[in-house]
């Protein structure tokens, strides 16, 4: 595994990160609780992989303490990053389906939030705090730095920011952030779904900020698991996506293949895709979708691969620039667009 130094600071992240919701709720693959927590273990244990992202509304705190259960005993070597802003307490066992909660911005409840998640982390601190899905009213309330930074100056929090959501898009509200002093954004970023990472990857570089990019395979697209003809059920989020995107996100894989950009010898089409965000330095991890140990391998060796040429990586963003980004882009970008928090 390799590391890189979040901004600023001497603390190392994996590369690689484990995105704990896909063993914390029932939206991708993993019911199993035993496979879950096998899988973190060995996230770390085999692998190298510190750097854990998680939230409390994943399975209402059972996304925190999976990771206090399974890893415990090495907290000072991970760095874990959780989010808040769901009213989890207010609103329990309320979400139906992928609708989101309420969210609730107040210092009383970012102050319980934290609180909370301490306890459920079995920790004192929390490496990475983040705002879960904030819309730019949150991002320009002052109200909230001011919490942030009295965690902080408590020692309860190291570093926070905001992770960008739910879906694809929000653009100014992580260009905001950054004006405003949040550390780092997280992001969707990958072959078939380049915007608006492209732009932020330039002002992350110039403004010495990061960026955390999740769903690297886009949705299965780009990790050799998807099937033209697929059903998803109606838990899996994958359902919430337009047919036409797919078929189209799939043309894409294809001429990835015919035009020799993907070379097995080098590294399999998963790793090519965490690859693709690894070529920028302002990336500080990306967190993949792993759900067995195949996957976690796969997903975690890439990090070993040889990284893209500049070449290799001009030719993939040329595919999003000369054509197919006009056909992948789609509304759910905009801000009232309300699938599942990620």
């Not at 303490?65 to 309320?94: H, M, P, S």
Request: aromatic share 10%.
């Amino acid at each position: 595994m390799k590391y890189r130094k979040f901004p600023s600071t001497d603390s190392l992240v994996s590369e690689i990160g484990f995105g704990v919701w896909t063993v914390a709720t029932k939206w991708w693959g993993v019911t199993d609780r035993g496979v879950g927590e096998r899988l973190l273990q060995s996230a770390y244990h085999d692998y190298g992989i510190t750097f854990f992202d998680t939230a409390d509304v994943y399975g209402d705190g059972y996304g925190e303490e999976i990771i206090a259960k399974t890893l415990g005993n090495v907290r000072d070597r991970l760095f874990i990053a959780t989010k808040f802003g769901y009213d989890i307490y207010q609103n329990r066992g309320e979400r139906k389906g992928h609708a989101e909660l309420p969210q609730n911005w107040s210092t009383k409840h970012i102050m319980l939030a934290c609180e909370q998640s301490l306890k459920r982390l079995h920790t004192d601190y929390i490496d990475y705090y983040q705002l879960h899905n904030p819309r730019m009213e949150a991002i320009q309330n002052d109200e909230i730095i001011e919490a942030l930074e009295q965690l902080k100056a408590q020692g309860k929090i190291r570093h926070y920011g905001a992770a960008m959501g739910p879906d694809l898009g929000w653009k100014n509200e992580s260009v905001e952030a950054w004006k405003r002093g949040y550390e780092a954004v997280q992001v969707i970023n990958n072959i078939v779904e380049q915007e608006p990472a492209r732009d932020l990857l330039q002002v992350a570089a110039e403004e010495a900020r990061a960026l955390i990019i999740r769903i690297p395979h886009a949705s299965g697209l780009l990790d050799g698991t998807y099937e033209p003809n697929q059903h998803f059920s109606k838990s899996d989020h994958r359902a919430h996506r337009p047919v036409e995107w797919m078929r189209a996100g799939n043309e894409v894989v294809n001429e990835v293949k015919a035009k020799g950009i993907f070379d097995s010898e080098k590294r399999t089409l998963g790793q090519l895709a965490i690859q693709f965000s690894l070529y920028h330095s302002s990336v500080l991890s990306v967190i993949p979708n792993m759900t067995s140990e195949e996957q976690l391998r796969e997903f975690a060796l890439a990090s070993k691969t040889t990284p893209l040429s500049k070449e290799e990586y001009e030719q993939l963003e040329l595919l999003w620039v000369n054509g197919y980004g006009e056909r992948l882009r789609q509304p759910l970008s905009d801000s009232s667009s309300k699938p599942a928090p990620k």
